[in-house]
């Protein structure tokens, strides 16, 4: 099956890529980076599941940069391997990790049970364990648990995270929001939801985190950087407040989501966006290139209180509804509309479309009105079942930080699987189309026959874990996709 890729390695990073993400048993669709080219020259990657012997590599998450791939085994233990490492090895064992985030510096991990926990990517190969303890096992010295400063309810915990460049965002089972920052910068455009913060330590410091525009309203009117005048005092309070954050283990509840019962949470690059369960989406943070979707007579920079975002008001009366799900990446935002008598599905963008990131056949720097997608809105399939016409719903939109978009639309009515249609930056090849000019309108992934790429849910016989024991027999997997901060596209296997 390589040959049949004709894929073009680097051997170094062969190697990383076999071994995390095995191209011809574990499902890399296509990828490629700037600084490491993993190239296909298009996606022909055969979708079946991976073969017995390799099944202790299926994957649950697969976030990645240019230089660090982090996966997770079928077992939920977080798995490192980058260019220093000759083999992948063990960040974090045995607390049953489900969900992974990359940013910056740092790797955070969400375990079923609630737990979240930051791990530096500093982190070195832990020494073997030569003891089995049969109620938990011990977390490495230097990886952060970190925990709320709002007592939880009973049978509440943690349920989603999404991290931006300097800031993480949680969300809990009872739609309770949180924010942590990741870094002194998770708050120049007011993207945590708060100012004021008080750890928990024995200190109980105040952080003062305020927005830079509201501090220095003029920070980018000129063209030369404005340097302050030395002062040593305030030199020693930023590298105090740096080491500060990076220890902290709080997590704290965004004051102004406090009432509301919020269904997700996601983060774009320096901004957030919250979905309450009522169809209402909040947004908070950069806006520089309006990706708060407020229109174009909004022009502030950056909006640090949590505003209702209505793209019902920029949309054709035809494709307003429901807002049902929401999506950000870099500085793209995704909404996905439903109407009132459930017959059709609408997607609209906003935010920077420099490389065609909106889908709408225009690459507007800063879009500030959601812009509706029209190759992804109102489509309608044949359902054999019931014999007549059922609309096809955008099942998720994947925008990466880097400006390509992968949208998996559930045509399941008509061939039982879930179709993969692509647009934005392809620079390094990220569509998988074998060519590398931009994709300003979303199109169909496709094989090279022409047939379309379609993610089906298949069994196996057997699932192996990472140390060759049955994991569990007759499973099903489904292939998923993940996108890094490099510019690639990975689709990788997972128990469905």
Not at 150 to 164: M, Q, R, T, V
Not at 322 to 331: P, Q, T
Not at 371 to 390: I, P
Not at 459 to 467: G, I, M, Y
């Amino acid at each position: 099956m390589a040959s049949a890729l004709r894929t073009r390695l680097n051997p170094r990073i062969a190697r990383l890529t076999f071994t995390v993400l095995s191209c011809t048993s574990v499902g890399l669709y296509y990828s490629s980076t700037a600084q490491h080219p993993i190239q296909c020259d298009a996606p022909k990657l055969s979708l079946s599941p991976p073969s017995p012997q390799v099944w202790g590599k299926l994957h649950q998450t697969v976030p990645f940069s240019d230089s660090v791939l982090r996966h997770l085994d079928v077992l939920g233990n977080v798995w490192v391997k980058d260019s220093n490492s000759k083999e992948p090895w063990l960040a974090l064992k045995g607390q049953d990790i489900r969900y992974l985030q990359l940013s910056g510096s740092r790797l955070f991990a969400l375990s079923t049970s609630g737990r979240l926990f930051s791990i530096p990517l500093s982190l070195t190969p832990a020494p073997a364990m030569s003891f089995w303890w049969p109620w938990s096992t011990p977390v490495p010295q230097n990886v952060i648990e970190l925990k709320s400063t709002s007592p939880l309810h009973w049978f509440e915990k943690l349920e989603s995270i999404s991290a931006g460049d300097h800031h993480l965002l949680c969300l809990t089972n009872q739609g309770r929001a949180f924010s942590y920052p990741i870094d002194e910068s998770a708050n120049d455009y007011g993207q945590l939801g708060l100012v004021q913060l008080q750890s928990s330590g024995p200190s109980r410091l105040q952080i003062t985190l305020e927005p830079k525009f509201t501090k220095d309203p003029f920070a980018l009117a000129t063209s030369f950087k404005r340097k302050d005048k030395a002062d040593p005092s305030k030199d020693a309070h930023d590298e105090k407040l740096s080491e500060t954050i990076a220890s902290s283990p709080d997590l704290f509840e965004i004051p102004a989501l406090r009432d509301l019962s919020v269904q997700k949470l996601v983060a774009g690059s320096r901004a957030s966006y919250a979905l309450t369960q009522s169809g209402h989406v909040l947004g908070f943070g950069a806006n520089d290139y309006g990706q708060m979707g407020l229109g174009p007579n909004v022009t502030l920079r950056s909006i640090s209180t949590p505003t209702e975002i209505a793209p019902n008001k920029f949309l054709p009366a035809a494709n307003r509804g429901r807002i049902i799900d929401v999506n950000a990446g870099g500085n793209l935002v995704s909404f996905t509309l439903q109407t009132a008598d459930t017959s059709a599905y609408s997607v609209a963008m906003c935010g920077n479309g420099q490389w065609g990131g909106l889908g709408n056949k225009t690459f507007t720097t800063a879009q500030g009105s959601p812009t509706l997608v029209r190759a992804l809105s109102g489509l309608q399939e044949y359902d054999e079942k019931t014999r007549r016409m059922v609309p096809i719903r955008p099942e998720s939109v994947h925008i990466s930080p880097s400006g390509h978009v992968l949208s998996v639309l559930d045509t399941s009515a008509g061939d039982g699987g879930r179709d993969i249609w692509v647009h934005g930056r392809n620079h390094s090849g990220e569509l998988g189309s074998g060519k590398k000019p931009v994709v300003d309108v979303p199109a169909a992934a496709e094989l090279p026959g022409g047939d379309r790429v379609i993610l089906r849910t298949v069994s196996t016989k057997d699932v192996k874990d990472a140390s060759g024991h049955v994991w569990a027999r007759n499973a099903k997997v489904v292939p998923k996709i993940a996108l890094g901060d490099a510019s690639a596209t990975v689709l990788y296997w997972s128990p469905a």
